[in-house]
């Protein structure tokens, strides 16, 4: 029988709010395993970026990663923000292993050409290592990846941790029943962004593109979804997009995306 895979992606939201970080780690750590954390952390290296005095940059909403904004988010995402989530997990017994792409060969990249705009060191996804990732699975750790990749020749890049936990599903699909969470604020994709009431408990091929001609799904919202449908053609069984109370056991109110 296959087993079944959650992997669970936060954003910044949830890593900058003490009390919903640790509500987070407490509900990640009882999740049966195997599970996967990949995580965010936009916002703070936007923060750390401008304390040094390295102006972020962002183009509708996307990071335009230079060298040196490149060094800051290999040191706030690898370094600061894992290795947190790490060790809040291990003091709730979960056996954490914090990673980047680079390890273990996990996922590779390659530099995003340029078009319009340069986006410097941001990575496109080619490979996820499947094998690896499984054996550190069946060795019982929760890996947690940040949102960085190489490309196999030395270099880091940057890669949006949504498309990571998209790809890492897809790459973990041929051997696992995968279920991907995107956990953010809001409670799931919203009728009406003002009203955390009007959850869409089901998107699908059906109602998706009168969502988008309505202009219901907008922003970030956007990127999201488009990697759940990339996701769900390739290989990946059910992505759920909700808050935190997703992920208790008997949770009701999350939007489900299927095909
Ligand atoms: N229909 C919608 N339902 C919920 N959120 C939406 C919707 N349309 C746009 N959004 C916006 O999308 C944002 C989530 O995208 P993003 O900030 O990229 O997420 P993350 O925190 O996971 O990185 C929400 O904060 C919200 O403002
Ligand atoms: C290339 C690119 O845009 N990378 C993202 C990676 C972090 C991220 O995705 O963080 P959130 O999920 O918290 O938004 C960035 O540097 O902002």
Known sequence: MRSQLSIVKIGGNVIENQEELKTFLSLFSQLPSPKILVH?????????????GIPAKLVNGRRITDAKGLEVVVMVYAGLLNKKLVAGLQALDCNAIGLSGADANAITAYKRPVKEIDYGFAGDVSSVNGEAIGKLLEA??????????????????????????????IGMSPNYDVTLYYCFEKPGVLSNVEDESSVIQHIDQENYPQLLKDKVIA???LPKLHNCFHALEHGVQTVCIGNLEMLKPNAQLFTTVTL
């Not at 965010?40 to 040094?52: D, F, H, L």
């Not at 019982?140 to 890492?168: R, S, W, Y």
């Open 40 to 52: 965010g952390g936009g916002k703070r290296a936007t923060e750390i970026s401008e304390r040094m």
């Open 219 to 221: 922003n970030g919202m």
């Open 140 to 169: 019982g750790f929760a890996p947690v990846f940040c949102a960085l990749t190489h490309d196999g020749k030395g270099q880091m890049l940057n890669t949006n941790a949504d498309t990571i936990a998209a790809e890492l599903g």
